[in-house]
């Protein structure tokens, strides 16, 4: 071959073979800058990475794969259930005095069924014959001579210190732990509650001062447990977390009102109060221990919970709000506060209505004493302990991939609503014991699915100030309950069917005016008097950060106040934003070992001015940690 022409070929062949050789360089860069941020992962928290399948199940059942505690259940969950635990104790302590007090006041302490055989005695005559003859058992005295007024006012008194402590209790929430007022809450009650036989010895009005003084410190649990969700619940987690807690109250209703029965049965009046307090007292000791304030306070969570939390509801325990400014005036002029506030209203009155009519209903229309079947008076409140969990998790399902949190709120409340008030215009027409039981129980089920919808709506609309907003609402909601007995006593002086069947109409167009203003003014974003000042926005980087320290707390940044070195760098270089050991290939920051004064004081040089400690020592960038949802603020791009 001439050379001129091999010269022609090489000037081609070349050309291709560099731009080969290139592309299989950038191949080559991209796979390998692909593997280093797959191993880059094991290093920064930042970017945790979770499979799917651990994803579901950290979503399902709260599971963490290196959970050292507990291998099934993560520590938000745990709460969950410590917390429906302690509704649970709170409300059967509620049920005490109720049952209690029909055997205190009683002509009688034998049931019909119970009542001995009277004895036969022989009695000798003028003639000195014997025979027998039987005399009856005389009935024992009531041991407290209460009028039903005393016994009325005795039952009533709970509810005013309730009232008072649901708004301060909710302010009070806000400022200190959340997860202290709740435990000792109801711990003092529990208290109590073992004093209330000794006070009933001394006289009726220091029971209702006792009665008063639960009722102020048990007003403070529910606007104390929205205050625990708030740091605990990720936003696409929050109906099944808040739904569990809620639960207990329902089935405290179900087991404290026949356990106090049998406690009373068989071993006094007295036994109920004190086995209740004592449970109660322990169940404080169990929640102080295992109750933490916030995920960052929490020394058992794994790095995997805590990072998954607080960057789902882009929050960072260093962050200190105690004294942020509560707006009181853009709470009275927000119709989603008003909805909240209108839905529980209408919730309350039938609840209370059923709590406190529902015997007395099916006793002068039917006849029937619902009191004497313990399964038939617990019935509706059990259905509903079981369908409010399973609405929170429906709930969330539809939130995560489906719906916006607004729709889903109400869909869930104006569909609970609308049940449960169709079922009560079929309480209040039928004539009929079977079909009136089955009904109620419809109707009492088909509202648990509403506490998906009103009851989280705080969470949603102002995460900070959930706990002031679960105690306004809940505030209103208890004068509903106050409210109720007394137009259901007006209205049924005679006790006749007509009679209840309008109080049950009433309750029903309660709820058809409830599903009106909750739909039109509901909604599920964030407001924007809710969202915290500029400089007290969450940043990832916050999640590094350990309580009340400015230095970073990662792999290759400072050391935090218990360190052996503080104020002392890791050592190594800074090579692509990151503190190493190895030296550049200058070497000009290579192992040095300063404090943060010496480089402040610009004996650093121009490094020293520059480097921020402050600032992160690493690269950043934004990744999902949970399944994005529909609603816009959950979705806001963050500058990072």
């Known amino acids: 071959m001439p050379f001129g022409d091999f010269r022609v070929l090489k000037g081609v062949l070349y050309p291709i073979k560099d731009k080969t050789k290139e592309m299989a360089n950038k191949v080559q860069r991209v796979f390998k800058k692909d593997a280093e941020e797959k191993s ?17 199940k950290s979503r399902f059942l709260g599971y963490c794969p290196s959970c050292t505690c507990c291998r099934c259940l993560a520590q938000r969950y745990l709460v969950a259930i410590l917390s429906c635990v302690g509704f649970l104790i709170s409300f059967g302590i509620r049920c005490n005095m109720g049952v209690a007090i029909v055997m205190m006041t009683k002509n009688n302490t034998y049931d019909d069924d ?46 005013w210190g309730y009232i008072v402590t649901q708004i301060p209790g909710g302010y009070l929430a806000s400022r200190v732990p959340a997860n202290r007022i709740f435990g000792l809450a109801i711990g003092i009650s529990s208290f109590l509650n073992i004093l209330l036989p000794g006070a009933a010895q001394v006289h009726y009005g220091l029971v209702m001062a006792v009665r008063i003084l639960q009722g ?14 708030r740091h605990w619940a990720p936003p696409l987690e929050r109906s099944r977390l808040a739904t569990i807690s ?90 989603p506060v008003y909805a909240i506030i209108v839905a529980n209203f209408c919730r309350s009155w039938t609840f ?33 302990a079981i369908i409010v969990p399973i609405g929170g998790f429906m709930a969330d399902k539809l939130r995560q991939r489906l719906l916006t949190t607004t729709t889903v709120r109400k869909i869930f409340n104006c569909g609970g609503f609308g049940l449960e008030a169709c079922f009560l215009l079929g309480v209040a027409i039928t004539r009929n014991t079977t079909t009136a039981i089955v009904c109620l129980t419809l109707a009492v089920g088909s509202s648990g699915f509403a506490i998906s919808g009103f009851n989280v709506n705080h969470l949603d609309i102002a995460p900070r100030f959930a706990s002031i907003l679960m105690g306004l609402s809940n505030g ?108 550049t290939g200058n070497g000009e920051y290579g192992g040095f070992d300063k404090s943060e004064e010496y480089y402040n004081n610009g004996y650093g040089g121009d490094y020293g001015k520059r480097m921020s400690f402050d600032a992160p020592l690493y690269s950043t960038k934004e990744e999902l940690v949970q399944v994005q949802s529909k609603d816009s603020y959950l979705n806001d791009k963050r500058e990072l």
């Open 476 to 583: 209103i909601g208890t004068l509903s309950g106050m409210l109720c007995p007394v137009v259901t006593e007006l209205l049924t002086k005679k006790g006749t069917a007509d009679e209840w069947q309008t109080v049950f109409i009433i309750a029903s167009v309660v709820h058809f005016l409830g599903i009106i203003f909750y739909g039109i003014f509901a909604s599920g974003e964030k407001q924007p008097w809710a969202e915290p000042p500029e400089e007290d926005r969450w940043r990832p980087e916050d999640t590094l950060k350990p309580e009340g320290s400015g230095k970073l707390f990662s792999y290759g940044a400072f050391h935090g106040l218990d360190s052996q070195a503080d104020d002392k760098m890791n050592g190594g270089v800074i090579s692509n934003g990151h503190v190493g050991n190895s030296s």
């Open 246 to 335: 809620f639960c207990g109250s329902y089935a405290g209703a179900v087991l404290g009102m026949p356990l106090s029965g049998i406690l009373t049965k068989t071993l006094g009046w007295q036994s109920g109060f004190y086995v209740f307090g004592i449970i109660g007292m322990i169940w404080c000791i169990f929640w102080m221990i295992f109750s933490f304030e916030k995920p960052s306070t929490n020394p058992h969570i794994t790095q995997e919970e805590r990072i998954f939390i607080e960057t789902s509801i882009a929050e960072s325990g260093c962050l200190v709000d105690r004294d942020m400014k509560t707006p009181w005036f853009k709470f009275i002029t927000s119709m």
């Open 40 to 56: 880059f992962v094991k290093y920064d928290e930042l970017d945790e990475a979770y499979s799917e399948e651990e994803d579901k």
């Open 114 to 159: 119970d009542k001995p055989t009277p004895a036969p005695i022989l009695v000798k005559d003028g003639n000195s014959t014997y025979y027998n003859r039987t005399v009856p058992t005389l009935p024992h005295l009531p041991q407290f001579l209460w009028t039903p007024e005393t016994i009325g006012i005795v039952d009533s008194s709970f509810f």
């Open 352 to 384: 209370y209505l059923l709590i406190i009519s529902q015997p007395m209903y099916f006793s002068e229309v039917f006849h029937f004493n619902v009191s004497k079947s313990g399964v038939l008076s617990a019935l509706p409140h059990l259905v509903m």
């Open 216 to 229: 102020l410190v048990e007003g403070v649990t529910y606007p104390a447990c929205h205050g625990i969700w």
